[in-house]
């Protein structure tokens, strides 16, 4: 007899509803965006839409340091402002405390999601330590401090960081950039006990799979991108809004009582 068919069930019904989600690069560099957009295409459900978007000039062409954080939310959150409501849900597709995180939760209801949080969220359900391979020395600082400030410190095995740029990513040969993911990856598990390793820069989505073959059996590959993607999706299904009775209850009216506007 088979067992599922002795247990209680119930099936979900198709939905005529389209979940549109915008996945937002805040740096200029339009070649991320459509590897992400690549990257995600194989698990979408058929019922979401994920719309790819990449920070307008004056944007940095990359992501490295907190003034590029702070250049790239002012781009992005101008731009995004005529469009929002397009949009059920906002992925911002940066590795980090990105402030443009917060700034969305503060002028739109949509749930919003970094990818650096959704991948630390996924590692903390599937695993017991999380390792993060990241670019450059001062992300290891920044991600070290991120992790402390979500309250997963108990969980950090550590960074381990490729010593390389954003860019660099890209412009490096392919199989000289997969030996040093790998290399990280190695060293985050066999040294440092992490049995869930987080790829730490939406530039490296586009190895997740090699990172995955080189992995040892038993870890957990994160990427935040995909993940987060999924998350999103599920609390548009079940309604969820971005709460508005406490620190981001709207900016928009405090602007207006100012005569002001960021427009």
């Known amino acids: 007899m088979d067992a599922m068919a002795e247990l209680p069930s119930v099936s979900g019904t198709p939905k005529e509803r389209r979940i549109n989600i915008l996945l937002i690069n805040p740096n ?8 992400c957009l690549k990257t995600i295409a ?21 992501i490295e340091s907190q003034t590029d954080a702070v250049l790239s939310t002012a781009a992005c959150i101008r731009a995004i402002q005529p469009i929002a409501n397009h949009y059920d849900a906002f992925l911002v597709a940066c590795f980090r405390d990105h402030p443009l995180i917060s700034s969305l939760k503060e002028e739109f209801s949509q749930p919003v999601l970094g990818i650096m949080e959704a991948a630390m969220y996924a590692a903390r359900m599937l695993g017991d330590k999380m390792g993060i391979i990241c670019t450059s020395d001062r992300s290891v600082m920044a991600h070290s401090r991120t992790v402390s400030t979500y309250g997963f410190s108990d969980y950090f095995a550590g960074c381990e960081s490729t010593k390389l740029g954003v ?28 049995d869930c390793v987080l790829l ?11 990172c995955k073959e080189a992995s040892l059996k038993g870890t957990v590959i994160l990427d935040g991108v995909t993940i ?36």
Request: hydrophobic share 35%; proline share 7%; with cysteine.
């Open 200 to 210: 730490g820069c939406a530039g490296m989505t586009e190895f997740r799979d090699n």
């Open 28 to 35: 200029s560099t339009e070649y991320m965006t459509l590897d």
């Open 42 to 62: 194989p698990s979408l459900p058929p019922d979401v839409t994920v719309h790819g978007f990449t920070a307008p000039h004056p944007a940095p062409t990359a």
């Open 167 to 194: 860019l660099e990513l890209d412009s490096k040969p392919k199989e000289e950039v997969k030996a040093n993911l790998t290399g990280k990856l190695r060293r985050l598990v066999e040294d440092k006990g992490a």
């Open 228 to 263: 987060g993607v999924q998350f999103l999706a599920g609390l548009v299904r079940e309604d969820l809004v971005t709460a508005k009775s406490g620190a981001y209850r709207s900016s928009v009216t405090d602007r207006l009582k100012r005569n002001q506007s960021w427009l």
